[in-house]
Each structure stands twice: as C-alpha cells, then as structure tokens.
C-alpha cells in the first residue's frame, strides 16, 4: 500500500510563520538542556554499572580466596587424622578418630556455609547500591522532562 502525502495546509504554514524566534530559541533550548541530561545519565549509569562490576569481581575474588584456604585447612586436617588413624591401636581407636573428625569436617562445612551466604548477601548490596541509585536519579530526572 502507497504512503499517502498529506497535503501542506495553508494553517500549518502560517502556524509556524506566526512562531517567532523567542519560541524557536525557547525549543532549541530544551532540547539541548534534554540531550545534554540524557548524556549525564548515560554517563552515570556506565560509572554505576562499572562501580556494581567492581563490587562483584572483588566479592568473587574474596570468596574464591576464602574457599581455597578453607579446602586446603580441610585437606591437610584430613591427611593428618588419617595418618592418626593408621597408627591407631585398633580398628575401634581408627573409627573413632574418623567418626570424630567427620562429626568436626560437618560443622566446619555448615559454619562456612552460612559465613558464605553473608558474604554473598554482603556482596549483592553492594553491587546494586549503585545501580539502585542511578535509577532513582534516572526516575527523576524523567520526572523532570515531564509537562
């Protein structure tokens, strides 16, 4: 289907004849004031989603930190009870040296467990702090442009 041109209309053009150059600048105006806010908020949200990265690459590099010394304490725990156990004067002594250990091994694992989900918990407010932000000033700034 053809676009059809809608014909100039005689209002139209003295519409615009009749605006004069206050009206015009007045127009220019805001729009350069809106281009120049939306850029602003661009730049912000970049700063903010750079700023919640950050956040995240350091949470993940702590976690990672934390999780590797707390697997080699458990390793090197585990090598030293099992050596225990082989120099134990009976099977019983042996089993209860193991059972003692795991019983040590479950609580440490729930302790680092929930230590964990602080840290992720810890981690995620930070992260979002910045973006929470930038859209609270991003609603604002909206809110502003509004008639």
Same mark, same amino acid.
């Given at each position: 289907? &053809?676009?059809?041109?809608?014909?100039? $209309?005689? $209002?139209?053009?003295?519409?615009?004849?009749?605006? $004069?150059?206050? *009206?015009?600048?007045?127009?220019?105006?805001?729009? @350069? =004031?809106? *281009? /120049?806010?939306?850029?602003?908020?661009?730049?912000? !949200?970049?700063?903010?989603?750079?700023?919640?990265?950050?956040?995240?690459?350091?949470?993940?590099?702590?976690?990672? !930190?934390?999780?590797? @010394?707390?697997?080699?304490?458990?390793?090197?725990?585990? &090598?030293?009870?099992?050596?225990?156990?082989?120099?134990?004067? /009976? *099977?019983?002594?042996?089993?209860?040296?193991?059972?003692?250990?795991?019983?040590?091994?479950?609580?440490? $694992?729930?302790?680092? &467990?929930? =230590?964990? @989900?602080?840290?992720?918990?810890?981690?995620?407010?930070? &992260? !979002?702090?910045?973006? /929470?932000?930038?859209?609270?000033?991003?609603?604002?700034? *909206?809110?502003?442009?509004?008639?």
């Amino acid at each position: 289907m &053809a676009a059809t041109k809608k014909p100039v $209309n005689g $209002n139209d053009f003295d519409a615009f004849a009749a605006m $004069n150059p206050e *009206v015009m600048k007045e127009g220019y105006d805001r729009v @350069a =004031k809106g *281009v /120049s806010a939306l850029a602003e908020i661009q730049k912000g !949200s970049l700063e903010a989603l750079m700023a919640s990265a950050g956040a995240c690459a350091k949470g993940v590099e702590k976690a990672a !930190s934390e999780q590797t @010394a707390f697997i080699k304490e458990t390793y090197d725990e585990g &090598a030293a009870i099992a050596k225990e156990a082989s120099t134990a004067g /009976s *099977v019983q002594e042996a089993i209860e040296i193991q059972s003692e250990f795991a019983r040590e091994v479950f609580e440490k $694992n729930i302790s680092f &467990a929930s =230590k964990l @989900a602080d840290h992720w918990t810890s981690v995620a407010k930070e &992260a !979002s702090d910045p973006l /929470s932000k930038q859209y609270g000033e991003f609603v604002e700034a *909206v809110q502003s442009f509004r008639p």
